[in-house]
Nanobody, 129 residues
Framework: QVQLVESGGGLVQAGGSLRLSCAAS????????MGWFRQAPGKEREFIAH????????YYADSVKGRFTISRDNAKNTVYLQMNSLSPEDTAVYYC??????????????????????WGQGTQVTVSS
């Protein structure tokens, strides 16, 4: 089992940047694939980015490709989401998630929230125009 705590959210102007962090504790962090999702008011939870256990494989939603970067530091038990060129449409609660399955499994399922086993409480990101 793993516990996840997100941080780094806040208020930023359009065009600005934020870096979210997700600190893990419990089971070996390097045995989990990690994902970032977000949920805006009145909308469903949306996939943002995925990174494999080793960090060698990443996937992104089209809406953030080229602007957001997911990375991980297994020595620090932390996954990051660097967000650049933010727009008001990026306003949401951002969640990190951990999944126990391997890269072959996630090749086809990385975008599905139900394929992740553990979730953090979320951190609010608000982008003003």
């Amino acid at each position: 089992q793993v516990q996840l705590v997100e941080s780094g959210g806040g208020l930023v102007q359009a065009g600005g940047s934020l870096r979210l962090s997700c600190a893990a504790s419990g089971d070996a962090f390097s045995s989990y694939a990690m994902g970032w999702f977000r949920q805006a008011p009145g909308k469903e939870r949306e996939f943002i980015a995925h990174i494999s256990r080793s960090g060698s494989v990443t996937y992104y939603a089209d809406s953030v490709k080229g602007r957001f970067t997911i990375s991980r530091d297994n020595a620090k038990n932390t996954v990051y989401l660097q967000m650049n060129s933010l727009s008001p449409e990026d306003t949401a609660v951002y969640y990190c998630a951990a999944g126990r399955r391997g890269p072959t499994y996630y090749r086809r399922t990385y975008y599905r929230a139900g394929e992740y086993d553990y979730w953090g409480q979320g951190t609010q990101v608000t982008v003003s125009s």
